[in-house]
């Protein structure tokens, strides 16, 4: 912990005024655009890294967005690199007047940079525009609708729904990688207050591309006229087994002409669901959806990397002459349909003559005829070795085409380098002139750390932990019991120490049994001297107990008196036996001679009858 | 008397001190190496069905969680490896990169691990122990004070006995301690209760727990919630603390950590 203090405030010492290596600006290809139709955002960030975050666009409620592809170059001058990376949207109104596009940011774990926040005006839609018809309105012809019946009613008339929408794939079973595309129709035949919101399904096994822009028309469906929105999304499955497209939903603001009574007691969620002016909000969902995902079929070539489509590959080297020890850039490009964002580096030959360091990669994304196609570029930097005419063997590109149901292979032609001699100094290379200085430690962009394979060892303590944690609550009892034995037990020792007395009293009847018990015992053995002086100490030991004071101590009458005065209640007959016992005990215990076996025996009895009497007679 | 009793107070503590051996191999490091191969080399689909498979088995392997996070991110599945990092941390919050990762990825979506307003070093003292570490102290703490207690009133009277009376009131302070602690992160901490939009695109946020509700916000892929109420059959009652709403999301769009 202190450590990491040391290297916080170290840090933070350290830390210079930061260069802003991250850019990014957006902006519209217009200014205003009718409610019926489409508006292009591009947002481009640069960086001076191989990779820059893409934009997180803002939650926008007032367009509909669509993903519509991505340029993107990279340059790598004096082993300096910068990527510019333009990202384009289509984005479609849902409400008339100036709307906003909030303030979009990138963040790539250190810098943040962010663009304006751009306005547009939104219009009504007007044949002076020129647009293709965006919002799904439909049509008024006369001629078409029953005159005088609006197109609700005739809805309900011909049994057929006001309001739908569709959902269905070109195709239900395809290869991993391979373009599944999903069509999505909103039909309406009544008007809408705005442009429906689209609320993009989830997927199952399956990853999606946006293919902009909305397509609208109008048809004719059981006699009632329908305007539709289509809007197209490019699915590729990822492994193979069930896939889903989980339902969607089109939320529709549709005019309300019935009043809100006011005495109903669900006016105020009535009043909310109308939202203002637009009408009542209703959302239309499709049901999921099921595909199939087929196995590739066997026989991949050693070096496929699981490419699906159809591709071309180059290379070209940004120079045809180069030094030893100086940089080269290789590029490898991959042209084709498919889903290019999975396509991975192609691996490169065997080159001994040359020392392979970095490998970059830019993508472009085009999605036109609803295809996703495009470019990827790897770029491989390679520093020559050996001085010579060098030539780069051809690059392999291996990929399954599902057109065919076969895996092919694309192959760029060799490359060749004349190579001289460099200087000793040019051995070295570096993609960052701030890093070949001297000097600080120039961040050049961040990501997340690399997955781990337990190489330090597996952390102990949460699974003791969990353990102990699984335990029965009743594993937990024996200490909190013993804890309260061993509390009563302290109390009772106290108690005990501070009434001896009580503890005597209470006590003498066990202790003067114990004593007759030894007294017997000796009269077996023939001790009846040491059985009679036991009884006679037990005796005197057992009132001076009861007593409280050492009786032994006291005549035969003081001792009586004692008694009396300690226990009101005792009987006469029970001092009498008392005095008998003692005088019997004295004189056997002080005449040894008079102490035969049979008299000692008696005493042992007489005693035992006395302590029995004096149990019930001596209570205080 | 007393030594009997001292006898008794060690035959009871020694189960509970030698429970368990410690378990330093509970994790499998090949079988995450094969597929950290996979994901070194792009196929990160496939290293996530990988690592999926090992947390099916151990559903508390921090790493594994982490490993599977990592592909998520690479995948550009932000909600879902949001989820899988924060339950990592969970688990094993003392890991630098887990607390990185979950912090980036966090960062991508607009929020952060540390609040603004706390100390970096605070934050990570707060959270040097798990939850489960946290109950397992408050645990341990009890037998100890229970039995250090235990042995101070069997040896009432003698010096020996103040001091494990005087022990046992420490333990007792830690068993205290260690419950605020834990109490203070079930109330307060954004991984306590919570869940994350795991749904592309956003959750919804209705008025009410079902569709006839109004939608009325929504919350991006990503996003850490609280659960409130998860007693309907189809939809969390969810908070969102900064903005102050409370609303209904399905539970399909949502994950408990």
Not at chain 1, 74 to 87: D, H, L, P, Y
Not at chain 1, 424 to 448: C, L, M, Q, R, W
Not at chain 1, 519 to 534: D, R
Not at chain 2, 163 to 190: D, K, N
């Amino acid at each position: 912990m202190k450590n990491h203090l040391l290297v916080l405030a170290a840090l933070l010492a350290l830390a210079a005024p930061a260069r802003a290596a991250l850019s990014v600006t957006a902006e519209t290809d217009r200014a205003s655009v009718p409610i019926d139709g489409n508006l292009y955002l591009t947002v481009t960030v640069s960086g001076d890294s191989s990779s820059v975050p893409e934009p997180k666009l803002p939650n926008m409620q007032n367009f509909n967005v669509y993903d519509s592809g991505r340029s993107q170059s990279i340059s790598i001058i004096n082993g300096r690199i910068a990527t510019s990376v333009s990202f384009t949207y289509i984005l479609t109104p849902r409400f008339i007047g100036v709307q906003r596009i909030p303030a979009i940011s990138v963040f790539n774990g250190k810098e943040k940079a962010v663009a304006q926040e751009i306005q547009v005006t939104v219009t009504k839609a007007g044949g002076a525009q020129q647009q293709p018809r965006q919002a799904a309105q439909p049509a008024r012809r006369p001629g078409r609708a029953q005159p005088g019946k609006p197109a609700a009613q005739q809805a309900a008339q011909n049994g057929a729904e006001q309001i739908f929408i569709k959902a269905e794939p070109d195709k239900r079973s395809a290869y991993p990688g391979e373009q599944i595309t999903l069509s999505i129709k909103f039909y309406t035949s009544v008007p809408l207050s705005s442009n429906p919101q689209y609320v993009p399904p989830s997927f199952k096994n399956l990853i999606s591309e946006d293919l902009p822009p909305v397509r609208n028309g109008e048809l004719e469906l059981n006699g009632l006229r329908y305007a539709y929105s289509e809007i197209k999304t490019a699915l590729f499955g990822l492994t193979s087994g069930p896939a889903e497209i989980r339902p969607l939903t089109v939320i529709a603001q549709i005019p309300s002409n019935e009043p809100v009574d006011p005495f109903d007691p669900n006016f105020f969620q009535n009043l909310m669901a109308m939202s203002g002016a637009q009408g009542r909000s209703r959302e239309f969902s499709t049901e999921a959806i099921k595909l199939d995902i087929k196995a590739l079929p066997a026989g991949a070539p050693a070096d496929f990397n699981g490419a699906v489509g159809s591709y071309a590959v180059s290379a070209s080297a940004d120079r045809s002459q180069a030094k030893t020890g100086e940089a080269v850039n290789l590029s490898v490009t991959i042209t084709g349909d498919g889903n290019l964002k999975a396509v991975t580096a192609p691996k490169l030959p065997d080159l001994p003559d040359f020392k392979v360091f970095d490998t970059m990669s830019s993508l472009d994304v085009r999605k036109e005829g609803d295809i996703i196609s495009g470019k990827k570029t790897f770029t491989y930097i390679l520093v020559p070795r050996t001085e010579g005419r060098r030539t780069i063997p051809p690059v392999s590109f291996p990929f399954f085409d599902p057109k065919t149901g076969a895996y092919r292979e694309a192959r760029t032609e060799p490359v060749t380098l004349i190579v001289e001699k460099g200087a000793e100094g040019g051995k070295n290379v570096y993609f960052n002139p701030a890093a070949a200085a001297p000097g600080p430690v120039t961040a050049s962009g961040s990501d997340i750390r690399y997955v781990t394979d337990l190489s330090a060892g597996a952390p102990a303590l949460p699974g003791l932990a969990a353990k102990a944690n699984s335990l029965p609550l009743w594993a937990h009892l024996p200490p909190a019991v013993l804890l309260a034995l061993a509390f009563w037990l302290a109390r009772f020792n106290r108690f005990k120490s501070a009434n001896p007395l009580l503890f005597r009293f209470r006590g003498a009847r066990r202790e003067a049994f114990r004593d007759i018990d030894e007294a017997e015992g000796l009269i077996k053995t023939g001790k009846t001297n040491e059985a009679v002086s036991v009884i006679y100490d037990s005796f005197m030991a057992y009132l001076s107990d009861k007593c409280g004071e050492k009786v032994g101590a006291l005549t035969m009458r003081k001792a009586a008196d004692l008694i009396r005065a300690r226990f009101p209640g005792v009987t006469d007959a029970a001092l009498e036996e008392i005095r008998e016992l003692w005088s019997a005990l004295e004189l056997r215990h002080f005449s040894p001679e008079a102490a035969a076996a049979e008299g000692a025996s008696d005493l042992a009895k007489k005693y035992s009858l006395l302590i029995e009497l004096l149990e019930k007679e001596l209570r205080s | 008397m007393t030594a009997s009793a001292l006898a008794l107070l060690l035959c009871l503590a020694a189960p509970a001190a030698a429970a368990e051996p410690p378990r330093t191999a509970a994790y499998d490091r090949s079988e995450l190496s094969e597929f950290n191969d996979l994901y070194k080399n792009g196929r990160y689909e496939e290293a996530l069905e990988g690592y999926k498979g090992v947390i099916a088995q151990q559903p508390a392997n921090p790493r594994a969680l982490y490993n599977a996070a990592n592909a998520l991110f690479r995948l550009n599945r932000q909600g879902p490896a949001i989820l899988y990092y924060s339950r990592a941390f969970a688990l094993d919050p003392r890991s630098t990169d887990i607390r990185a990762n979950l912090d980036y990825a966090l960062r991508q979506t607009g929020q952060t691990l540390v609040p603004d307003a706390v100390p970096a070093a605070l934050h990570y003292v707060y959270y040097l122990l798990s939850d489960t570490e946290l109950r397992a102290a408050a645990l341990l703490f009890f037998w100890l004070a229970c039995l250090v207690g235990a042995a101070g009133f069997l040896l009432d009277g003698s010096p020996s006995g103040k001091a494990a009376g005087s022990a046992a009131g420490v333990f007792a302070a830690l068993l205290l301690l260690s419950l605020a602690w834990y109490g203070a992160r079930v109330t307060t901490s954004p991984f306590s209760s919570a869940g994350v939009v795991v749904k592309a695109g956003g959750a919804r946020i209705l008025s009410g727990p079902g569709d006839n509700f109004k939608t009325y916000a929504s919350a991006p892929e990503g996003r850490l919630v609280r659960i409130l109420d998860s007693t309907d059959d189809n939809y969390f009652e969810i908070g969102l603390q900064k903005e102050g709403i409370k609303g209904w999301a399905l539970k399909s769009e949502i994950e408990r950590l």
